[in-house]
């Protein structure tokens, strides 16, 4: 095996691992794997990354920043809490049905670092959904329920993306409908909260004529 361990071997090892995690699953993630994948002994792997688990932290980030300037480029022109927050909903949809795979992977993982609890969402696991509807239901809310609604907005929006990324039958046609879908009843359930409406266990829909206020029709990821 010819040893290659030049600057870009890093982004190599990256580049190796998530194809592999992508079709064979983190199990099957391992410096061995790698080492057939790239041409890479595991000692040279070894001087860019400590672990396994590092290395998938590191592929993780490398994602994140990838959703990350797409989500920025999708904001774009938004204005008000609900229009970016119903902006960034449709971006996450649109996001992970693009990349099923992706999103199969993240979930993977995320079963080993818990992503959804309480402490995940303020942390920051979801950017900034906690700020946007800290926004919308005010300042003079209890910060125990600004915290309880922005847990459930972020759980809400990602057990859409699961539904959604599952049903693989969904016509392309009809996807974006869905995903207008969705982030109107996100934010309606948001503002409902805001007016009262909602204390627990309502589940009001969006409006879908607010298709302006909300954000719909921004500039696709």
């Given at each position: 095996?010819q ?15 998530e ?12 410096m061995r794997?790698?080492?057939e ?10 001087r ?9 932290r ?11 300037r797409?989500?920025?480029?999708a904001?774009?022109g ?9 902006a960034?909903a449709?971006y ?9 795979a ?7 993982w ?14 920051g696991?979801f950017?900034?959904?906690p ?8 300042e003079?809310r209890?910060?125990?329920e600004?915290?309880?609604v ?11 993306a ?17 995903v207008?879908s969705a982030?109107d009843?996100?934010?309606?359930a948001?503002?409902a909260?805001a ?10 829909a ?7 206020r ?8």
């Open positions: 095996m040893e290659t361990d030049g600057p870009d071997t890093r982004t190599r090892i990256l580049d190796a691992a194809e592999i995690a992508r079709e064979q699953g983190l199990d099957s993630l391992s794997a790698l080492a994948r790239i041409g890479l002994s595991a000692p040279a792997a070894y860019h990354f400590r672990s396994k688990s590092e290395i998938v590191a592929m993780i980030d490398r994602g994140r920043d990838r959703f990350a797409g989500l920025a480029a904001r774009r938004t204005e008000g809490p609900e229009e970016i927050l119903a960034s449709r996450y949809l649109r996001f992970w049905l693009r990349d099923r992706g999103f199969r992977l993240a979930s993977e995320g079963r080993q670092e818990p992503s959804l609890t309480g402490r995940a969402v303020e942390a696991s950017g900034d959904v700020a946007l509807v800290a926004a919308i239901l005010g003079t209890d910060p125990g600004t915290a309880r922005s847990r459930w907005v972020a759980s809400t929006l990602y057990g859409m699961l539904s959604l990324v599952q049903d693989e039958g969904i016509p392309r046609a009809r996807e974006m409908e869905l207008d982030a009843y996100l934010v309606g948001v503002r909260a007016s009262g409406r909602l204390s627990g266990g309502g589940s009001p969006g409006n879908r004529g607010t298709a302006r909300n954000g719909r029709g921004r500039s696709d990821p």
